[in-house]
């Protein structure tokens, strides 16, 4: 997909595109100048005129080089629209960020109203984004490679880490830090700086890397207002946040991200904003719920007579039509044969800012937030089918529907958040996949030896483990989900507002067990399920070594404090908590190269409820893959050694050897379904094992010389070295050369 009309055009204009809002006897100005440095941080004016209003309709624009005084080559400049509010709260004259400024700056937002600069270089003729040091953004086009389709893991073995940025420098000791930066996590990811990492602990060393996650969700990286908060409270959707760090940083983290074969997953609010075209064109854009009840507009899509919500902002108007240019297309009522172009504002508004996004910054999956509050399905769907379209276009042409290309499906995803589960966005195609909520509470209950909504403990488990059990009756059908790749499971994410919602830690401690070694106990327990569960399963930052909150008196956490209580990367030093880490990262390197855990096939075979027990065992995987065989034990009975093997136990693939996953043991053939569970223990086993990577070079060096520069040849045993398995890696080429290289791999083999 191409550039969008408004994106593409030429930087040597200052450019507002604002519906039905201004006329030629009144239209908006360009007020702009530069910081005067000294002990008081002061603004020059330099300039204060009136934008023109172009060809197009609703679009007013002056050229950099029309400006007088002129503008001087290679300095940077702040700038603000002015304008006369048009929000129910009447503001009158104001000066108001360029909605599509890509650097805004804070620094004098006490003196300037209520807005912050947009920033921009003027050099060599034109406008350059930049921060306010003048550090230019990398030139579109160049901002980011695509990263090789076949490195990108599959959407069935993410394990999705969700991390507030601000968190990425987390807190220690006795002091309280926060705000972090994009930089931070590059720090969390890798060795930096000769081998020290960008955060001063450490104990933060590369503890994302080491954990061995394959996507990040970072919480919304656009600018918000506050400071030290999570960046729900959107208002400059161009502009990386002004406390986390410019786009220049944010790519850094995203090359980083590619090195590591991380999928970079971005959360976007489209249901509310703090933006400024709450002030430029208020009614176009959008609209107080509670005054516009007969508007189909103002009420919530699946949930019944329920408004929308601001949480103080605005929310966006998405069914209100204008006859306006389209910014994405460019056609203008003005110039168009036709008599009316309608577009609707604010969804043509996200659509630019999801290709600034998608473009700039190599994003690998989206999570739209509160789904539900955003109001309109088909606004959604639009949205998701333009970012599955901008994805597939860095590959090949988008065709109608690139979710589908087999070569495309398993390597993109546009997830919703709604607790409310409203499994028809799935069904609708609105989305790909949903938060579970469901599997959140399923777990907390399994790990205390409860059951949960109804069900007995059985059934409990059968859903939590396999999300396709969950019912979603509405009195005529009982959609489900029908894959893993429809639900993303999680113990725990940012929303830990309320009971049996605070981290892990935290929920333990309120129902009464203190004990850390107990806590580790079902903290291991929880990520067994969460990482053997069919689903894509997330981890909230600092929940893999059992952090805990530290600013709460109370058991109830509450909104917004939960923002400002950073991990401490310190506790992952305690004994107890290292294991529980440990242990996890055990599991995730299993969850993300193991193909039965990438399946949604999945067997209960065997149930113990006698004697005040809670054993459940199942497997996972398909019949053409070794199984992975989890026995939990759900109570606080000590199961002894078993006389008899567990009934039914999974048959295993070419007589191979079972092997308990978390201490890498082997198991004999006669211990097979017999071993012990110590209470509120999961032990998992598996047939499958990881091969050492082989070097491609040294196969080479023994390849017949003729087949060296064959590309079908290098094709394939790339494909062997990387999976480090002959067998498999064989067949890939066996066909081109059948007698010749069976005998090389003969060859290879034994010696």
């Not at 807190?171 to 972090?180: A, C, H, I, P, T």
Request: aromatic share 10%; charged share 30%.
């Amino acid at each position: 997909m191409g550039e969008s009309f408004i994106l593409k055009h030429p930087r040597d204009e200052f450019l507002l595109w604002a519906p039905g809002r201004f006329s030629d006897i009144d239209p908006p100005l360009l007020v702009l100048g530069r910081l005067s440095p000294g002990d008081e941080l002061s603004f020059d004016q330099i300039f204060r005129g009136e934008l023109e209003k172009a060809e197009e309709k609703d679009i007013w624009k002056l050229g950099c080089n029309d400006l007088h005084p002129p503008l001087e080559d290679d300095r940077v400049y702040h700038y603000w629209f002015e304008i006369v509010d048009t929000s129910p709260d009447e503001h009158g004259t104001m000066l108001v960020t360029d909605p599509l400024a890509y650097n805004v700056d804070y620094t004098l937002n006490g003196n300037m109203r209520n807005q912050p600069a947009a920033v921009i270089k003027f050099r060599e003729g034109h406008l350059h984004p930049c921060d306010a040091h003048g550090v230019e953004d990398p030139i579109r086009g160049n901002r980011i490679e695509a990263p090789d389709l076949k490195e990108l893991p599959n959407n069935n073995q993410l394990v999705i880490y969700e991390l507030p940025a601000s968190w990425a420098r987390g807190s220690g000791g006795d002091v309280k830090r926060d705000v972090g930066k994009f930089g931070d996590i590059v720090g969390l990811l890798k060795e930096v700086d000769g081998g020290s990492t960008d955060n001063p602990q450490e104990s933060e060393k590369t503890i994302i890397a080491d954990l061995g996650i394959n996507a990040i969700e970072l919480l919304p990286a656009a600018d918000a207002k506050p400071t030290g908060e999570w960046g729900y409270a959107t208002a400059h959707y161009f502009a990386t946040d002004n406390d986390l760090g410019t786009p220049t940083d944010l790519i850094s983290l995203a090359r980083c991200c590619q090195e590591k074969k991380i999928r970079l997953f971005m959360d976007m609010v489209m249901a509310f904003g703090h933006d400024p075209y709450i002030h430029i064109a208020y009614s176009q854009f959008h609209l107080r719920p509670q005054r516009e009840q007969d508007n189909a507009d103002a009420w919530q899509s699946s949930r019944d007579k329920e408004l929308r919500a601001g949480f103080g902002g605005e929310s966006w108007r998405y069914i209100r039509a204008t006859d306006t240019t389209d910014p994405v297309t460019g056609i203008s009522p003005a110039a168009n044969e036709r008599r009316f172009q309608y577009i609707c504002p604010a969804s043509a508004f996200h659509l630019l800012h999801l290709e600034r996004w998608m473009s700039d910054f190599g994003i690998g999956g989206l999570r739209l937030d509160s789904a539900n509050n955003i109001g309109n399905w088909d606004f959604i769907r639009r949205y998701k089918d333009d970012a599955w379209k901008r994805f597939a276009s860095r590959y090949k042409t988008p065709q109608s529907q690139p979710e589908e290309d087999p070569d495309l499906r398993h390597k993109f995803l546009v997830i919703a958040e709604e607790l409310a589960v409203p499994i028809d966005m799935i069904r609708s195609r609105c989305v790909n996949a949903l938060w579970n909520e469901h599997f959140q509470r399923l777990v907390r209950a399994t790990i205390v030896g409860e059951s949960s909504g109804g069900d007995n403990f059985e059934w409990t488990v059968r859903k939590m483990i396999d999300c396709r059990q969950i019912s979603f009756w509405n009195g005529k059908e009982d959609p489900r989900f029908a894959s893993g790749t429809e639900a993303v499971n999680y113990i725990t994410s940012h929303d830990v507002e309320g009971m049996r919602k605070e981290r892990l830690y935290n929920y333990l401690h309120n129902i009464g067990i203190h004990d850390n070694v107990e806590k580790a106990r079902r903290a291991k327990l929880a990520f067994v399920c969460l990482l053997t569960a069919v689903g894509i399963p997330m981890i909230f930052a600092d929940e893999e070594f059992c952090d805990q909150h530290d600013n709460f008196t109370d058991e109830i956490v509450k909104h917004p404090s939960k923002q400002t209580d950073p991990v401490n990367y310190d506790r992952k030093t305690d004994e107890w908590r290292s294991e529980v880490f440990d242990y996890v990262k055990e599991l995730v390197g299993l969850r993300t190269k193991c193909p039965a855990l990438g399946d949604d096939d999945t067997d209960f075979f065997y149930w113990d409820f006698s004697n005040d027990r809670r054993i459940a065992a199942w497997k996972r995987g398909r019949a053409d893959h070794d199984p992975v065989v989890v026995v939990a034990n759900f109570s606080d009975q000590h199961v002894p050694t078993r006389a008899e093997a567990i009934p039914n136990w999974p048959s295993r693939l070419d007589n191979k050897q079972w092997r308990e996953v978390i201490q890498g043991r082997e198991i004999p053939q006669e211990w097979v379904g017999r071993e012990d569970l110590y209470r509120w223990e999961a032990k998992v086993y598996t047939c499958w094992k990881k091969r050492s990577p082989i070097q491609l070079d040294a196969l080479e060096e023994i390849a017949l010389p003729e087949w060296r520069n064959c590309a079908h040849f290098r094709k394939g045993w790339r494909k062997i070295a990387a999976e480090g398995d002959f067998n498999n890696g064989l067949c890939v080429v066996d066909h081109l050369f059948t007698s010749g290289l069976s005998l090389l791999f003969r060859q290879t083999k034994s010696g």
